[in-house]
C-alpha cells in the first residue's frame, strides 16, 4: 500500500467514515473517491485537513519518510502500536520523545500516550498514574486534550470497578468536550458510553439508558459505526434489564449487523449471548441455547474469556433450570474460571452464584454456602450494587429451599432495598442456621 489514495482509504475505512462524511465541509464526495482512486491529487492545505480529521500525522499520506526524531510522528505510531496490541513498541517509540522539548499541550498528550500504552501492557497502577500525571499537566487553552486524558482516565477506573470515581472522570471530560470548538464526536460517544456502562453496574439502569441513546445519538452523528455498535449492543442490555424484550431484539440485531460489517466477531461473540439471554427470556429455550452455545464455541476458539464466561454462566443457568446439576456446575465452573482469567470480578460472581445453587440442590450446603459467601465479598468490594441484590436475591431462594425463612426474608429484603449493612452477619446466620447452630468455616 504506497499510493496517497490508498492511504487515504485505508485510514477512513479504519475511523468508520463514509466518503461523505469524510469529505464534509472539506471536499465533495465525488472528490474524495477520486483520490481514493488516484484520479487527483489534493493539495496540501487540504491534504492537512483530511489528516486531522482521520487521526493521522500528513506524513502518513505523503511519500517521503519522516525524520526519525519527529515527536508527532512518534506519538502517532505510537498510539497505533497500542491499538495493534503491540505496547512495548509504543512505549519504545515514547522513549524517543524528548517531552522537555514539547509544548504544553503536547507533553501532556505524550504522557496520555504513555498512561494507556502501560496499561495496555499490564502495568495498571503505572499506567493509572501516568494518566493522572498527564492531566496535571495539561493547558486549560487546549481542551481537546484535556477531554482526551480524562476520557482515559475515566475508562480505566471503570476497568478497575471504580465506577463512581469513573463517572467523575468522564463527566470532566465532557466539561473539556463542550469547552472544546470542534469536540471529537468518538471521543465523545465513548465517554457517555463510559458514564453508561458505570450507572448500569451501580443499578441506575434508567440514567444507563439514557447515556446509552446519548452516545448512540452523537456516535450516529458522527457515522461512527464501531461506536454506533457498541451503543446498540448496550442498549439492548439496557432493555433487556428493563424487560423491554422486543426493543432488546431490535438493538441486538442492528448491534450485529454493524460489527459483522465491520468484521469484529470478537465483539459479534458478546451480542449473541445478549440474544440469547433475550430469547430465553421470551421463552425460546431452544434458540437461546443454540446462539449461547455458538457464543461459548466461539469464545473458546478465540480465547476470548469473557465470552467463554458469559457463554458458560447463561448455559449453566438453563441447565439449572431444566435440573441437570452436574451439567450446571461443569458450565458454571467452567465460567467461573474464565472470568478470572479475564478478571471479570462480576462474572465471577455470577458464576459462583450459579455454582452454589447447583450444589445447595445437590445437598452440599458447605460448598453453596462458601460460594455466596465469595461472591458477596467479591462484589461488596466492587461497589458493584446491582450484581450484589441480584446474588442476594438468589441466596434468598437457596435459603428458603432449606427451609431458613428469617434468613431468606433477610437476604430478599436486601436484594430490594440494597442496604447491604447487614450482610456479614446475615452470612454468618445463614452458616450457623446450616449446621444447626455452629457456623463452619
Known amino acids: 500500500m504506497n499510493s496517497l489514495g490508498e492511504r ?11 466518503q461523505e462524511r469524510l469529505a464534509a465541509g472539506v471536499a465533495t464526495k465525488g472528490f474524495i473517491s477520486q483520490v481514493e482512486h488516484n484520479q487527483t491529487t489534493p493539495s496540501l492545505p487540504r491534504l492537512r485537513l483530511l489528516a486531522e480529521r482521520l ?9 517521503s519518510a519522516p525524520p526519525p526524531g519527529d515527536a508527532e510522528y512518534l506519538m502517532k505510531a505510537a498510539e497505533l502500536a497500542t491499538k495493534a496490541g ?29 498512561g494507556v500504552a502501560l496499561r495496555a501492557a499490564g502495568r495498571h497502577s503505572q499506567g493509572l498514574r501516568t494518566l493522572q500525571e498527564a492531566a496535571a499537566l495539561a493547558p486549560a487553552d487546549h481542551p481537546a486534550v484535556g477531554a482526551a486524558i480524562y476520557a482515559e482516565i475515566g475508562a480505566a477506573l471503570g476497568e478497575e470497578e471504580l465506577f463512581n470515581p469513573s463517572v467523575e472522570a468522564s463527566l ?14 468518538d471521543v465523545k460517544a465513548r465517554v457517555l458510553t463510559n ?9 441506575r439502569t434508567a440514567e444507563a439508558a439514557t447515556y446509552f441513546e446519548e452516545a448512540l445519538a452523537v456516535a450516529t452523528d458522527g457515522e461512527i459505526l464501531v461506536r454506533m455498535a457498541k451503543a446498540h449492543m448496550a442498549l439492548g442490555i439496557t432493555a433487556r434489564a428493563m424487560g423491554q424484550l422486543q426493543a432488546a431484539k431490535q438493538h441486538c440485531d442492528q448491534a450485529l449487523a454493524l460489527h459483522k460489517r465491520l468484521g469484529q466477531e470478537r465483539v459479534a461473540n458478546e451480542i449473541l449471548n445478549n440474544l440469547g439471554d433475550v430469547y430465553y427470556a421470551q421463552g425460546n ?3 437461546a441455547r443454540r446462539l449461547q452455545q455458538q457464543c461459548l ?54 458464576a459462583l452464584g450459579l455454582e452454589g445453587m447447583a450444589a445447595d440442590r445437590q445437598g452440599r450446603h458447605a460448598i453453596a454456602d462458601r460460594a455466596f459467601h465469595r461472591a458477596c465479598d467479591i462484589l461488596r468490594g466492587r461497589g458493584a450494587l446491582a450484581e450484589l441484590a441480584e446474588t442476594c436475591a438468589r441466596y434468598s431462594n437457596v435459603l428458603r429451599e432449606r427451609g431458613d425463612t428469617a434468613g431468606a426474608f433477610a437476604f430478599l429484603q436486601m436484594a430490594y432495598t440494597r442496604q447491604f449493612d447487614g450482610l456479614v452477619t446475615s452470612l454468618r446466620a445463614a452458616r450457623r442456621n446450616a449446621y444447626g447452630g455452629r457456623s463452619r468455616a
Not at 473539556?176 to 470542534?182: A, K, P, T, V
Not at 446439576?325 to 467461573?336: N, P, Q, T, V
Open 285 to 287: 429455550v431452544g434458540e
Open 8 to 18: 487515504l482509504k485505508a485510514a477512513r475505512i479504519a475511523q468508520g467514515l463514509t
Open 195 to 203: 458514564i453508561a456502562k458505570c450507572w448500569y453496574a451501580l443499578g
Open 172 to 185: 470532566r471530560a465532557l466539561k473539556w468536550l463542550d469547552e472544546s470548538r470542534h469536540p471529537d464526536l
Open 86 to 114: 503491540e505496547a512495548r513498541r509504543a512505549l519504545a517509540l515514547l522513549d524517543e520523545i524528548a517531552e522537555d522539548e514539547l509544548a504544553a499541550d503536547e507533553r501532556a498528550d505524550a504522557r496520555r500516550l504513555r
Open 55 to 63: 487521526g493521522r500525522p500528513l506524513s502518513y499520506f505523503l511519500d
Open 297 to 350: 464455541e466461539r469464545g473458546r476458539r478465540l480465547k476470548e474469556y469473557t465470552a467463554v464466561a458469559a457463554a458458560a454462566a447463561e448455559l449453566a443457568r438453563y441447565a439449572l433450570a431444566e435440573g441437570k446439576l452436574g451439567e450446571a456446575i461443569d458450565l458454571s465452573s467452567e465460567a467461573r474460571q474464565a472470568a478470572e482469567e479475564a478478571g471479570s470480578h462480576g462474572f465471577q460472581a455470577r
